[in-house]
């Protein structure tokens, strides 16, 4: 099957109202492209520097189609780079890094620039994101980080990403994506001005299905579209 075919196959089988970022990791701007021409809104990306080489070289109009999502780690020293090239940015970790991004939105051109509080769920020491194992209270340290997050002028917090355990088996992408979801509904609940709990980005190529069924509205798809990568 063809990337547009993959892609208009998971469209179709999934919720409507479900969201898929396509991940673009490593792919090509034809690959890009065509994805995009195939119906895709939301395209990710995991570096800055591969997102900045892929708007300037997919056509004009394609790129201005879709919203571009930074899904991998951000660094502050690529905050300025990143800020002009994603429309949302989804792995944001800490309030140090949400106080990086907020001073320097202005320069970027934009007014603020929407987030989500990344959650490494599985607590996994080679990922990044917020590790539960790390917090006595994890709820109690999220509701604040969160109230802290409302504070800053040019932040919107828009939602929660996660992406369970490497290689977890589906019971534990199933416990992984309800304490997540559990952890979204508590922050929507707090109702901050400034805050908006929309999205709930979880799941990708072999767990997408299960974080569907345990609440998720956004998931980020690469392989099951684009097929296995040849350049890792």
Do not use: C
Not at 11 to 34: D, L
Not at 43 to 59: L, T
Not at 89 to 104: F, H, M, N, P, W
């Amino acid at each position: 099957m063809t990337i547009s075919e993959n892609y208009q196959k998971i469209r179709e089988e999934i919720p409507s109202e479900v969201r898929i970022v396509v991940a673009t990791k490593g792919r090509t701007p034809a690959e890009i492209e065509e994805v995009i021409e195939a119906g895709a809104t939301d395209i990710g990306q995991n570096y800055v520097q591969e997102a900045e080489a892929a708007k300037k070289a997919v056509r004009g109009d394609l790129a201005q189609r879709v919203s571009w999502h930074m899904i991998g780690p951000l660094q502050k020293n690529k905050i300025n780079k990143a800020l002009p090239l994603f429309d949302i940015i989804q792995t944001v970790d800490s309030l140090e890094l949400a106080k990086e991004i907020d001073k320097r939105i202005i320069k970027s051109g934009k007014e603020f620039i929407p987030i989500l509080l990344e959650i490494n769920i599985g607590s996994e020491k080679s990922k990044y994101g917020i590790k539960p194992d790390e917090h006595e209270r994890l709820e109690e340290y999220l509701q604040q980080l969160a109230y802290d997050i409302a504070q800053l002028a040019h932040i919107r917090l828009v939602g929660l990403m996660t992406m369970g355990a490497f290689g977890a088996n589906p019971e534990q992408y199933r416990q992984d994506f309800y304490r997540a979801k559990n952890i979204f509904d508590l922050l929507a609940k707090m109702r901050l001005k400034q805050v908006d709990m929309k999205y709930l980005s979880m799941g990708m190529t072999d767990s997408y299905h299960i974080a569907i069924e345990e609440g998720a509205n956004v998931v980020r798809i690469g392989t099951a579209i684009f097929g296995p990568r040849k350049n890792v």
